[in-house]
């Protein structure tokens, strides 16, 4: 079973790389300042998943003080469906817990369907909300 722990930086190549196999990196977002942004703030953080020292999976967490809020939850598609998103899902939640907060929220794009699943067997639920954004810089 994969063991998690804070994010190194010494694991950003494996980190980028891992996010670009799972289809999660969209030209307009650069994963180094995503990184970054997240590393520097006391309310977010990365935690990432190894096997044998092999980085497998990743969620970069964070809160707002009220609610959580999950990015880049990615699983190595060698190591899907064998407990890791899982794994990993309550090492987001604990560290979530530690730091006061009662809700996550998860931002999933529409059409996939796998992520869907995954979530709503974990016990998430669709909430009746229409998540508007715009992009700032």
């Known amino acids: 079973m994969a063991s998690f722990a804070v994010f190194e930086i010494e694991d950003q ?13 969209r030209p307009w977002n650069d994963p180094v300042k995503d990184i970054a942004f997240a590393m520097q ?3 977010s953080t990365i935690l990432v998943g190894k096997i044998k020292s092999r980085l497998v999976a990743s969620a970069m967490v964070g809160h707002d003080g009220h609610r959580g809020v999950l990015y880049y939850v990615a699983v190595s598609p060698s190591h899907q469906q064998q407990g890791v998103g899982a794994a990993l899902m309550q090492a987001a939640e604990d560290w979530l817990k530690a730091k006061g907060v009662w809700k996550i929220n998860v931002l999933v794009r529409d ?4 992520a869907l ?3 709503t067997a974990l016990g998430f639920e669709l909430n009746a909300v229409i998540s508007l954004g715009k992009r700032l810089a």
Do not use: R
Not at 13 to 25: N, P
């Open 41 to 43: 703030n006391p309310n």
């Open 111 to 114: 059409d996939n369907l796998d």
């Open 117 to 119: 699943g995954f979530y």
């Open 13 to 25: 190549a494996a980190l980028i790389a891992l996010w670009t196999e799972c289809k999660l990196t």
